[in-house]
């Protein structure tokens, strides 16, 4: 246990080098996942020890941004969960579209999947040209990734029979071209989208908003950063927005337990009371 | 390493104490699991945690077929949840299950694992720096080598580790990769898997 309790005191130190210099608070994320990410990128850097590592990105940023790609986890699909999006389509739509313009926040969307899954919906709802959609991560090649809109063609077949069963209209060809090994998405669909550098963990609100979607970043989260992010989401939401979290996401450990009502509670569809 | 576990009896060897349990299956693994914890009795103490690999379906109905057939409560594993004693976790699909330093459980989509998400390595290796020497580690029948790392890890901070005796196993691959990389403290037959969990918690509680 020696050589371990070494590594918990370097990781420790790591993340706080981070904090300090790049501004980027991983203090209050989940340890266990935290600890493999770093190990695995001391393989990919081919270093010895996390010191090591923290000695390496301390003094040349291009390799925090490099262990920044490690430290985030960019899986992700369009139509994740087709169930969730029938369910927004079905339940949530409907009361979205009693206002006269929306606002949606997408937090930590990483590379962009659920950015164009939700503005595919809303397009097909008729919401996307009165609504704004906020696309926030903090990784920087993430959200530069998400701005694009390409995509691998082989992920296109297994997203397609999610757009299916997520309440698809159209064929879901008709939102990409095809270029080589790349679906180049529909620029208009994201005519309306801000992507923007923010963290749940130390930034604030920024806009008023009536829909948050923030699927599977709070696993990610020790629970105080989960109480954290829930009350910047109270304070963005308006009165009865909605908030949608990831399908092993759950208020019911949160403080802010009585603060919402589920709407489709297995869909992890929450409204602020 | 041992071969046989006879259960109480005057020759049984000594154990150490832990304070939970970690248990990975792959192919085979539903029948093996039944087996096994059909011989733990209510009131059971020590927490169970267990993978088995499933496929990536959205819901499993995992715990509900083995909370009808156990005597222990049986819950799939929630994110941030605190281990509670004498419950048994299954790792739900297309998440893996990780013990945090505070005995919470995590959930995390990392890459897969050997092909796997839930990945038993995950499980056992985040388990061992969570519990030290204080913990037993299983690891029965499976077509992939994952949970071998696992294993391997729990044994090298201490742990009790044991191997389902792969000549008796649905599919041995799983269990010969574990042989393949550490000495096990116990390589047994399932009945026998059993009774070394019921006399691990009549040692621990």
């Keep these: 246990m020696h050589q371990e309790r070494d590594a918990d005191i370097e990781l420790r130190l790591l993340i706080e080098a ?73 339940e949530v739509v409907p009361l979205l579209k009693t206002y006269p313009s929306v606002k949606i926040w997408i937090a ?84 309306n989208v801000t992507f923007a550098d923010h963290s749940l963990a130390t930034d604030s609100v920024f806009s008023e908003t009536q829909l948050i979607s923030c699927r599977n970043v709070l696993i990610y989260f020790n629970k105080k950063l989960q109480d954290r992010a829930f009350g910047l989401f109270h304070e963005s939401l308006c009165h009865r927005g909605f908030l949608v979290l ?13 603060q919402f009502d589920p709407l489709v509670k297995l869909e992890r569809i929450y409204r602020k009371s | 390493m041992r071969t046989s576990f006879p259960g109480s009896s005057p020759d ?74 004498g419950t048994l976790y299954f790792a739900g699909p297309g998440y893996h299950l990780s013990i945090e330093n505070d005995l919470s459980l995590s959930l995390s989509q990392e890459e897969r694992v050997h092909h796997s998400r839930p990945s038993i390595d995950i499980l056992f290796e ?23 790392r696992g294993i391997a890890r729990i044994k090298e901070y201490g742990g009790l580790t044991v191997v389902q005796d792969p000549a008796q196993a649905l599919a041995r691959t ?16 399932l009945p026998d898997i059993g009774s070394l969990l019921v006399e691990l918690e009549r040692n621990a509680c």
Excluded: W
């Design chain 1, 108 to 191: 930590g969307c990483s590379t962009g999947e659920e950015v164009y899954s939700m503005a595919i919906l809303l397009r097909e709802e008729g919401l996307l040209e009165r609504t704004i959609i906020y696309a926030t991560d903090i990784n920087p090649r993430s959200l530069e990734k998400a701005k694009q809109g390409i995509f691998s063609m082989e992920n296109m077949r297994g997203y397609n029979e999610n757009y299916l069963k997520a309440g698809g209209k159209r064929l879901f060809s008709e939102y990409y071209t095809a270029a080589y090994d790349y679906a180049i998405f529909d620029k208009t669909l994201r005519e």
């Design chain 2, 126 to 148: 985040s388990a061992a720096d969570a519990y030290g020497e204080r913990l037993a580690g299983v690891l029965l029948t499976g077509a992939n080598s994952d949970g071998a």
């Design chain 2, 12 to 85: 049984q060897p000594s154990l150490p104490v832990v304070d939970a349990i970690v248990v990975g299956a792959s192919a085979g693994g539903v029948e093996a699991l039944l087996k096994i914890f059909r011989t733990l009795p209510r009131g059971y103490r020590l927490p169970i945690l267990a993978v088995l690999h499933v496929p990536d379906q959205r819901r499993s109905q995992l715990a509900e077929v083995f909370a009808v057939n156990l005597a222990i409560p049986v819950k799939e594993a929630d994110d941030k949840e605190t281990i509670k004693p």
């Design chain 1, 18 to 90: 981070i904090y300090l210099k790049y501004s980027y608070d991983f203090r209050d994320y989940s340890g266990a996942s935290v600890k493999r990410r770093v190990a695995h990128a001391l393989r990919q850097f081919e270093l010895k020890t996390i010191s090591a590592l923290q000695e390496r990105v301390l003094h040349d940023p291009s390799a925090f941004m490099q262990l920044l790609q490690f430290l985030t986890i960019p899986v992700s699909e369009m139509f994740r969960d087709p169930t969730h999006f029938l369910a927004i389509r079905e």
């Design chain 1, 246 to 258: 990831g399908s092993k996401e759950t208020l019911d450990f949160s403080g802010y337990k009585n």
């Design chain 2, 174 to 189: 799983m269990p010969e990769a574990a042989l393949a990389l550490h000495t096990p403290d116990f390589l047994l037959p």
